[in-house]
């Protein structure tokens, strides 16, 4: 009697994820995961999906996301299951929605409002809770989480603009603990954000010296992408060193004309420092950057365009030189009017965005923000960008390189066992795609269009996106670290 699957996805060119060449095969998937890989023809299934002349992939990880809300509040996840995306990493840059022992400050304190700014869903007073909502009420995909030192500044300082106080940081460490029991896959730092700017290194190290217990990662936005950004790798360097655990630096870019064409020498120093220690990256392929609207980010980019505002919701989605104009004021008056807002900035050369993604170890993270009323086009474009864009148009790199990037390299990276690669028992998180046709379609003046190309989504077996529409499955599940990355 022939073999039967659950599900099968026949005559499709598979890419493995592993960067490996692509070949012609059929995939069985039994339950959650892949039972077997090959020439399947005369097996039956209780689903099929044809993916004749269609790619293959490893449904892809954002490695770097701001997703800890939308997770638990539009579970559907359509900006990242539109492009393929079966898994996301939440909790970056400093903030992270849990946990929250007290009641949050309101106004919520930027950048703890890019979350969410009516501080209703920091709701969670220990990263269990948090963890069990996401276990409990599960997304179309699988989430890890890390906690964010900024987060935890805002819980137990008074005053953020001082280092904590020795006290402070054993209240911190407390909570770094109870988050990584409860799995946290690490420490994420902002240090370039005003709550956490005068964190000193010894603060970092000592906040994030219980993931070293857990094999946890500090991955952080740095001090500083501009001008000083080889001092802030040197930083970034002693936290991982002192505490021997992985560093992650989130989307690496250089910004602002004068630090333009720096990633020759950043890159040649983290392939260096790779040699010594334990150092990933990721980066989004955009030349504008995203984040809360401040008036030094506005005064080193080209030109800024306003993502939201809580004061002015009808500036979202217009040029702050145009505001100005309108108010005929100073651009430090603009940016003092509109608060709190967030702006995406064009401030970084084409020339290191190609570089840094080039770049081996690069991995691809979206750093797409959700909740902004008018989104930076990353959070629904990444990834087919990547794909169509940099790999089939521009020949950055090949197809099986690209996707490499954002599936099996990923998942070796943050120690997602059986995630990331197409081979029998691993999970099937699987997407299917028309290399062909993919491209983002979100730009910076229509910023939620969904991507084109993507045929369907698998996650854990169960589709979540098929035929241009999600399904509506919730399949996905909390992701621990399991392992540390591979020497
Ligand atoms: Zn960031």
Redesign the pocket.
Known sequence: MAEHFDLLIRNGTIVDGTGSARYEGDVGVTGARISRIGALGDCAADYAIDAAGLIVAPGFIDS?THDDRMLLADGGMVPKVSQGVTTVVAG??GISLAPMPVPVSRPVLPPLDLLDDSGEWYRYRSFADYIEALTDTPAAVNAAAYVGHTTLRAIVMDDLNRPATASEIAQMQDLVAEAMEAGAIGVST?L?YPPAKAATTEEVIEVCRPIAGYDGIHAT?MRDEGEATMASLDETFAIGRALKVQSLI??HKLAGAAAHGQSVATLRVIAEEMARQKVSLDCYPYTASS?ILTLEHAENSGRTLVSWSRSRPDCAGRDLAEIMVELNCSLEDAVAQIQPAGAVYFRMDEDDVSRILAFDPTMIGS?GLPHDKFPHPRLWGTFPRVLGHYSRDRGLFSLETAVHKMTGLTAAEFGFIDRGVLREGAFADITVFDADLIRDRATFEQPTQRAEGISAVLVNGVPVWENNEPTGARPGRVLRRQASRAD
Do not use: E, F, K, V
Request: hydrophobic content about 10%.
């Open positions: 770097h970056n840059c902002g370039a936005h989130s989307h984040t750093d």
